[in-house]
């Protein structure tokens, strides 16, 4: 593992971890459209991206981005993983503060805007490559990372579509973090991008409805 990923993800434990207990700090960093509006406190477009709903969020996030990152840091480099990452985060943030503006109380945490672009990243580069096993089964019930993701966002979309109440996760930014996952990697490897598209459509089918849903339908926002 890269000594970046490990310090990433030892990071985000401890200060999930203290925010599960410390209700303070985590009122303090969580994403929240009218301190980030209202009060300008920027830094929780990034600092959201540390704090986590509670252990199996936390752990299906870290284990998410490790299983998706090995091909990040072979393609691009400890740099360009640091872009995906804290850029899908980043934006993901944005693309919600975009879909809330009007909502002031919406809050929402979690890594999946990262975790979301080093999926889309990696499943560019190589979707036939990449598999994600299940846990306690064989490695024959392994799933190729394009229907892992397909899962994944699916799960994602119709959670934002159906919100919970009590449900602080930050569905929404997971559109905006595949975006600039996918994005970073076509202007980097636009011919082996384009070699995939088959695959990235597949993946895509959620975030496809999820924007008609907001753009077409405004059934949030």
């Known amino acids: 593992?890269?000594?970046v990923l490990l310090i990433i993800i030892?990071?985000?434990?401890?200060f999930s971890y203290v925010g599960f207990t410390n209700h303070q700090l985590f009122e303090k960093y969580k994403f929240n459209v009218g301190?980030?509006?209202?009060k300008k406190e920027y830094v929780r477009l990034i600092s959201a991206g540390f704090l986590h709903a509670d252990i199996?969020?936390?752990l299906l996030n870290m284990y998410v981005l490790y299983s998706f990152s090995q091909p990040i840091f072979k393609a691009f480099g400890t740099p360009g993983f640091?872009?995906?990452?804290?850029?899908?985060?980043?934006?993901?943030?944005?693309?919600?503060?975009?879909?809330y503006k009007s909502q002031s109380w919406y809050s929402a945490i979690g890594a999946s805007g990262g975790v979301s672009g080093i999926i889309f990243a990696s499943v560019a580069l190589y979707p036939d490559l990449i598999k994600?096993?299940?846990?306690?089964?064989?490695?024959?019930?392994?799933?190729?990372?394009?229907?892992?993701g397909l899962l994944y966002f699916g799960y994602s979309v119709y959670m934002m579509l159906n919100p919970n109440q009590n449900d602080n996760i930050g569905h929404a930014a997971?559109?905006?973090?595949?975006?600039?996952?996918?994005?970073?990697?076509?202007i980097n490897f636009p011919a082996q991008a384009m070699e995939n598209i088959?695959?990235?459509?597949?993946?895509?089918?959620?975030?496809?409805?999820?924007?008609?849903?907001?753009?077409?339908?405004?059934?949030?926002?």
């Not at 301190?35 to 209202?38: G, K, N, P, R, Y």
């Not at 299940?134 to 892992?148: D, K, Q, T």
């Not at 695959?199 to 077409?216: A, D, N, T």
């Open 1 to 3: 593992m890269s000594p």
């Open 10 to 14: 030892i990071a985000t434990a401890i």
């Open 35 to 38: 301190a980030i509006l209202q």
């Open 56 to 58: 199996m969020h936390l």
């Open 82 to 99: 640091l872009v995906i990452y804290f850029g899908s985060i980043f934006l993901g943030n944005l693309f919600s503060l975009y879909l």
């Open 132 to 148: 994600i096993g299940i846990i306690f089964l064989p490695s024959e019930f392994s799933l190729p990372g394009y229907i892992f």
């Open 174 to 186: 997971h559109l905006g973090g595949a975006f600039f996952g996918l994005v970073y990697t076509v």
């Open 198 to 221: 088959l695959f990235l459509l597949v993946m895509s089918l959620p975030l496809i409805y999820m924007s008609y849903m907001v753009f077409v339908k405004k059934k949030i926002g």
